[in-house]
């Protein structure tokens, strides 16, 4: 989230519908160079937990604690920060995205120390899971956040 770009949004609204209960030290996945992506209802993305807090791109992601698959079940936009909830657990906050499966799906890759599984969550299928803009101050805490000076444009 940027708060000298960003205004407010709805929540996206999502269903899980398979849970996972495994974890990786050396995963490799490689975060993509965008803060935020568009989702749309029914479209099915993997919630993946990590320790780290690199946002940079390209950055490798090993830690991770796999939670589960969701479908969205009303579209918009998810952004780095975005608070992540399941059922009436905030799980923790956007990181960023990996797309080594797309175009089947995106990694959402979720800040939280440490990182749990779907087992260490008790999730169970059909609990809802809602991706809630965070507040400015707690994403450039976490994450260090570039202020609006410091973002560069997309290439033209």
């Not at 087992?119 to 609006?148: C, H, I, K, Y």
Request: proline content about 7%; charged content about 30%; glycine content about 8%.
């Amino acid at each position: 989230m940027n708060p000298h770009e960003d205004g407010a949004k709805r929540d996206v609204a999502a269903t899980l519908l398979k849970v996972l209960v495994h974890r990786r030290t050396e995963r490799g996945m490689r975060l993509e160079p965008f803060a935020s992506r568009c989702v749309r209802a029914g479209e099915v993305h993997e919630l993946v937990a990590t320790d780290h807090t690199d946002t940079a791109e390209g950055a490798r992601i090993d830690r991770v604690g796999f939670l589960g698959f969701a479908e969205i079940t009303a579209a918009g936009v998810v952004d780095r920060g975005d608070e992540v909830w399941i059922g009436p657990r905030r799980v923790g906050v956007v990181l960023g995205f990996d797309a080594c499966h797309t175009p089947n799906h995106y990694n959402v890759l979720i800040h939280a120390d440490p990182a749990p599984t779907g087992r260490d969550l008790a999730l169970r299928p059909e609990e809802p899971v809602v991706f809630r803009q965070g507040s400015p101050g707690t994403v450039a805490e976490v994450f260090r956040t570039p202020s609006a000076e410091n973002v560069e444009e997309c290439p033209k």
